[in-house]
């Protein structure tokens, strides 16, 4: 079965330093995986994805993740961070659409940034 | 293009009521899913429609149901609601070639 794990339940790190949000998964073939961001009280919003190719994959809000299949990780970072970042972080694993859509999400990292 | 929109965006029932959510998908997307988020189990897949069909469906009771219409907006449907169904309901979108999920910004049920 699929499953996402997020080690990391919450994160303090100063503005202006940099960051790492850790994502393992589970998964019987080769992984669609994003990472999506929430601010309380409102929906997900899609920073970056990993269908295939290039391992470094670029997103935005200056957001950037690796996917590692030999560690089954595929880790978020960024190298400055910003006080608008503070929020909730969801990894997930998914698979191509004509396989039908479903996500399986971690249980989130919770970012607070302090001044 | 407009983003996917869910109405109402807050609700609130009584224990044994039944409750209708709507989910409009971005212009041409033809799959909608609908999960649910809470602070216990987090983030749970319940549904996928795509096409008027249900295509994949999660681990929920027969009280959770849905339906998807010819132009590709999706209700869902919860029947005698208990008070653990209290979350946000998120509906994604998908087109086709994309891949990948956009979700609206959900809809707040609580049921006292």
């Known amino acids: 079965a699929q499953s996402v794990t997020q080690p990391d339940i919450h994160i303090t790190v100063s503005e202006g330093a940099s960051l790492e949000l850790r994502c393992n998964y589970s998964?019987?073939?080769?992984?669609?995986l994003f990472w999506y961001v929430q601010s309380p009280g409102q929906g997900l919003q899609l920073l970056l994805k990993y269908f295939s190719g290039d391992t470094l994959v670029q997103g935005i809000k200056g957001f950037e993740a690796e996917f590692k299949r030999s560690q089954s990780s595929f880790n978020l970072r960024k190298p400055s961070v910003h006080w608008s970042d503070a929020a909730e972080y969801f990894c997930?694993?998914?698979?191509?659409?004509?396989?039908?859509?479903?996500?399986?999400f971690g249980a989130g990292t919770i970012l607070r940034v302090k001044s | 293009k407009a983003g996917v929109t869910q109405t109402p965006r807050y609700l609130i029932k009584t224990r044994g009521q039944q409750v209708t959510l709507s989910c409009s998908p971005i212009?041409?997307?033809?799959?909608v899913s609908w999960y649910q988020q809470t602070p216990g189990q987090g983030l749970q897949f319940l549904f996928e429609?795509?096409?008027?069909?249900?295509?994949n469906k999660g681990n929920f009771p027969g009280r959770f149901s849905g339906r998807q219409f010819s132009n590709s907006r999706s209700e869902m449907n919860v029947s005698t609601l208990e008070l653990g169904d209290s979350a946000l309901y998120l509906c994604?979108?998908?087109?086709?070639?994309?891949?990948?999920?956009?979700f609206g910004p959900g809809t707040r049920l609580t049921v006292l």
């Open positions: 212009s041409g997307h033809r799959s």
């Open positions: 994604a979108s998908t087109g086709s070639g994309t891949d990948t999920q956009y």
């Open positions: 997930a694993v998914g698979r191509r659409m004509e396989y039908g859509n479903k996500l399986v």
């Open positions: 998964y019987g073939a080769t992984p669609y």
């Open positions: 429609y795509f096409s008027e069909t249900q295509r």
